[in-house]
């Protein structure tokens, strides 16, 4: 387990891994502190003194943490990752172990990650209106908010569908905001008993929304400037998944399977997967000394698909367990959508193509993420100057950050991918 400022919740999480229904003479925990400037290690080391705790004195990134944690693996029989804002349940171990051990081939088990909640269903319902002159998106109302009984839970809010990508809301460092394709759904996390929340939205100019839970539903006027708005909270409350195996999608990006589907049985079967997710993980040391350890030039972000690639080249296979429950707060240390999460997510998917996709599928890769960062220009930066308007830089920025940081890493990954052959 790897902690880099995570407060509480690295401490929530180890307290989790000392109850771990598995014999502690056979269970080892280990804290990485990846040079955080919390309390967190020291709280852990004060009131969990059989977890060992490794220090860095630099921040080595998820890649890097893990790599120092797995530098000496001596005779353990299986390694488990956990992030430090997940949260297992007593019995995890024991469904992953048995998948191991059923299975030779099989170098990483995977569970059932679900997303920290439980969520309830949100409708937001407006009209359209287009910007045009480079911004040919049909924008309903913006939303930048959400909060139940005063606590701010939009970072933790997923949307489901009818939002265009996060963007800054006018602050950098605040906030992301989602405009609405018209209507969208959101699953905000929520207590089974909360009831009432408020939702802040914004329009380009004065329009009619219709906001709407389960049963209940409420219409606002909203205006150009942000505002609060009162909506009831009466969908049923539902559980989320984050993970059940990752995939290779067409467009060559990595993806968790699953993703915001509810956890209603459709994912209960197990069977082999593509890649295995590092929020939680057990893996093979076999697995480990052959294929290797993570690859720390990503430092965050799909360095777990990486690993899981290369291990697929050796033969390896990957088996999904769905009998072990873990949940997460996903992206709790980088945020959401964030200019971090961004920037990484997108040199490192070019880099990992790089070592291990074909090189038309590479060459399509980067052929089409220029022409998606050109849209963005257009949209963000002429757009804007053309209607007279404050320019978005935020994501163009990072995509040419991220782009620039590749065009310089590629080379060595170009000779990883021939010592991998």
């Not at 350890?293 to 690639?309: G, N």
């Not at 072990?324 to 880099?351: D, F, K, M, P, T």
Request: charged share 25%; proline share 5%; hydrophobic share 40%.
């Amino acid at each position: 387990m790897v902690n880099y400022n995570g407060g509480d919740t690295t401490v929530r999480c180890v307290r989790h891994l000392a109850a771990s229904d598995w014999p502690s003479a056979d269970l080892e925990v280990v804290l990485v502190d990846n040079a955080s400037h919390d309390d967190a290690a020291a709280r852990v080391e004060l009131d969990f003194p059989v977890v060992r705790i490794i220090r860095s004195d630099v921040n080595r990134g998820f890649a890097g943490g893990c790599n120092l944690g797995m530098q000496d693996l001596g005779d353990v029989g299986a390694v488990a990752l956990v992030n430090s804002d997940a949260f297992v349940e007593p019995g995890w171990l024991d469904p992953l172990v048995r998948a191991l051990d059923g299975d030779a081939r099989v170098g990483a088990a995977c569970p059932k990650i679900r997303l920290a909640g439980p969520f309830r269903v949100v409708e937001v319902d407006s009209g359209t209106l287009t910007l045009g002159r480079g911004d040919r998106r049909r924008l309903g109302v913006r939303i930048s908010g959400v909060r139940v009984l005063d606590d701010d839970r939009w970072t933790r809010t997923r949307v489901l569908d009818g939002c265009y990508e996060a963007q800054p809301d006018g602050d950098p460092t605040g906030p992301l905001a989602r405009w609405t394709r018209g209507r969208a759904h959101l699953a905000i996390p929520v207590d089974r008993r909360e009831v009432k929340g408020m939702i802040r939205l914004s329009a380009l100019e004065p329009t009619t929304a219709t906001i709407r839970s389960g049963s209940s539903w409420i219409t606002h006027r909203v205006a150009k400037e942000p505002s609060w708005y009162p909506v009831d909270l009466t969908a049923p409350p539902i559980q989320l998944l984050h993970n059940t195996g990752s995939i290779l999608t067409d467009d060559d990006y990595g993806a968790d399977r699953g993703y915001l589907e509810p956890d209603d049985g459709r994912y209960d079967g197990s069977g082999d997967v593509f890649a295995w997710c590092g929020a939680a993980v057990l893996l093979r040391r076999e697995y480990l000394e052959e294929v290797g350890l993570f690859d720390e030039r990503l430092f965050l972000y799909y360095e777990d698909f990486e690993l899981a690639w290369r291990g697929n080249s050796y033969g390896w296979v990957y088996r999904y367990v769905p009998e072990c429950v873990v949940e997460h707060i996903h992206a709790a240390s980088s945020g959401e959508g964030s200019s971090l999460q961004r920037y990484y997510n997108e040199r490192n998917r070019l880099l990992v193509l790089t070592r291990h996709a074909s090189w038309s599928r590479v060459l399509r890769a980067i052929v089409l993420f220029v022409a998606v960062t050109t849209s963005y220009a257009l949209r963000d930066v002429v757009s804007p100057i053309l209607r007279g308007r404050s320019v978005e830089r935020s994501i163009v920025a990072d995509r040419i950050r991220a782009f620039a940081a590749y065009l310089h890493m590629a080379p060595p990954m170009v000779c990883s991918r021939w010592r991998d052959r």
